[in-house]
């Protein structure tokens, strides 16, 4: 993809984003027909899109390519929880659950996954989803467990229960994107086929996750003021998150001699805004849930300028 087309790319997601604004501020999208859109890409759109990008040609250098991702998403994780656990020890009890589970957890599955297949193709969906494994594991364990620390300990963390263990077991190995990465790899080894009617179907639901991805962006932030996104606070931890930590993505994989595909599928993820589920999980655990929606907010409206600015960079090394 050449800068022209990346340009018209991100206008074209950016023009979804501001229909989806409309429709919710117009009310022609209620907020529980916002929560059937979100429900409807998690649980169907986006799975046949995972399910369909595996189905590739399947080479060694494809698995090495896969293996590598993995490993470098790991390493992220490891150095985002690092983060987590020295960088918000004087806030608030409330503020501070808040920042650290958006350092650990970003929105790389909901916007990440069709920036990364328009930007790098099917292969990058796939790559994607394999990178997503390991954050999808430590925010549904390690990073609920931010928000159900002691807090009167900065940093540290309750021992779960184990019907509470098995619970965060439960929603990692359920989670339709988790079921559809498992599918797709199966598919890839076993170099299946569907008939034609089926792939074709697959294929015709898949590629609506761009534009419904965007949609739904577009409802979450129709229902923030933009004088409420004005914190210093947030404003230094989107710069963490959209520059500081892709940067050191960046740096890594320059200097480890990595993929320049997998580099750049990665930092992509790496720059994406704090996750939705932040302030979900802000609402159930007693934190502050209104400082978190406006953390989401904020790094999910300064990605629109970050974002372009990173695939074009990294566009630039393949």
Not at 268 to 286: G, Q, R, W
Request: net charge positive; with cysteine.
């Amino acid at each position: 993809m050449g800068t022209t087309e990346l340009i018209s790319l991100q206008l074209r997601m950016f023009l979804i984003m501001l229909t989806g604004l409309f429709f919710r501020r117009k009310n022609l999208i209620s907020a529980e027909g916002k929560k059937n859109l979100t429900d409807l890409v998690i649980y169907l759109i986006l799975p046949c899109n995972i399910v369909k990008s595996f189905m590739i040609t399947f080479d060694g250098n494809t698995l090495k390519k896969f293996g590598t991702v993995f490993l470098v998403s790991v390493l992220i994780q490891v150095v985002c929880a690092l983060f987590a656990r020295l960088f918000y020890n004087r806030m608030a009890p409330g503020h501070r659950k808040v920042m650290q589970y958006a350092t650990v957890a970003s929105n790389a599955g909901f916007l990440g996954n069709p920036v990364a297949e328009g930007v790098f193709g099917s292969v990058g969906l796939a790559l994607a989803s394999v990178y997503l494994i390991p954050q999808r594991i430590v925010m549904w364990s390690a990073g609920v467990s931010y928000f159900t620390a002691d807090s009167e300990t900065p940093g540290s963390a309750s021992t779960p229960s184990r019907n509470a263990r098995m619970h965060m077991l439960r929603r990692i190995i359920t989670h339709p994107c988790i079921i559809a990465v498992a599918v797709g790899l199966v598919f890839l080894l076993g170099q299946v086929r569907l008939p034609s009617f089926l792939d074709a179907a697959l294929r015709d639901i898949g590629n609506c996750n761009t534009a419904m991805s965007m949609l739904v962006i577009g409802t979450i932030l129709a229902d923030v003021s933009p004088r409420d996104m004005l914190d210093g606070s947030i404003f230094l931890f989107s710069g963490l998150r959209l520059i500081l930590i892709p940067l050191l993505v960046h740096a890594g994989c320059l200097f480890c001699a990595v993929d320049p595909l997998v580099t750049g599928v990665s930092v992509l993820l790496a720059a994406m805004p704090a996750a939705s589920t932040t302030a979900i999980l802000a609402a159930k655990y007693d934190g502050d849930a209104a400082y978190a929606s406006k953390c989401v907010v904020t790094t999910t409206v300064l990605s629109l300028l970050t974002t372009p600015v990173w695939s074009m960079i990294l566009l630039r090394a393949i």
